[in-house]
């Protein structure tokens, strides 16, 4: 299975715009791009989904280039709650062909 | 209340035991899901489920045994573990499955084998 990687840390202060990357070189066709977000002793949480150019919610917003090898998640003035790691998942209707990226362990400083 | 739970939170266990991890689900999604989560690998899947009695293999399946006899429940067998099998798993669940539909995770068991 292809990798997909991210970056393995970052570090940001409260009030900042903060942008996490993944990369996912041998993205498919019918692949979508998910992001969760997994505060220690929990379970990841659903963030964004998309499948290409600007997705955007009330939390975040999802960049997706045209040749889609890779994504950005931004996370727009972030504060301290958002210390959490962020992962990306690419896959599309094949379930046994899910990836999570690596994983990026963001803090927030005050 | 709805949503996941998972059973034990915790677990401790000796090389060559049998232990069992359980989830539960009160959605009524058709998709389960069981990772693994290890420091630089991020979260791999190891089976996942579509109905009761349909479950198939993901990236990392060996060690580790399934069944689904109710939607609501799907359990995760390691026969005889290994050390090679401490880790975090978190079951999940979904409406269908692939990636294009929201999953929702369980809280995670942590599983250490001596």
């Known amino acids: ?110 | 209340d709805a949503g996941i739970t998972q059973s034990p939170r915790y677990k401790i266990t000796e090389t060559g035991r049998q232990v069992t991890l359980m989830c539960h689900q009160t959605w009524s999604h058709s998709y389960m899901f069981w990772y693994r989560q290890d420091l630089g690998h991020g979260l791999r899947l190891i089976y996942y489920s579509a109905a009761a009695d349909i479950t198939d293999k993901g990236e990392v399946p060996d060690g580790y045994v399934v069944s689904r006899s109710k939607t609501e429940n799907f359990p995760l067998t390691l026969e005889s573990a290994t050390r090679s099998q401490t880790s975090v798993y978190f079951c999940a669940s979904s409406e269908l499955g692939g990636g294009v539909y929201e999953q929702y995770f369980g809280p995670g068991t942590r599983l250490t084998v001596t």
Not at chain 1, 32 to 39: M, V
Not at chain 1, 51 to 65: H, R
Not at chain 1, 84 to 90: F, G, K
């Open chain 1, 1 to 110: 299975l292809a990798k997909i990687t991210q970056p393995i840390s970052m570090d940001s202060y409260e009030g900042q715009e903060v942008n996490i990357t993944c990369s996912h070189n041998n993205i498919a066709t019918n692949d979508y791009i998910t992001w969760y977000q997994q505060f220690p002793s929990q379970g990841p949480r659903f963030i964004i989904q998309g499948y290409k150019t600007k997705v955007t919610n009330e939390v975040a917003s999802l960049f997706i280039p045209a040749d889609r090898k890779s994504s950005t998640l931004s996370l727009p003035r972030v504060s301290l709650s958002d210390t959490a790691v962020y992962y990306c998942l690419v896959g599309g209707p094949n379930t046994d062909k899910l990836i999570f990226g690596t994983g990026t362990r963001l803090q927030v400083f005050p």
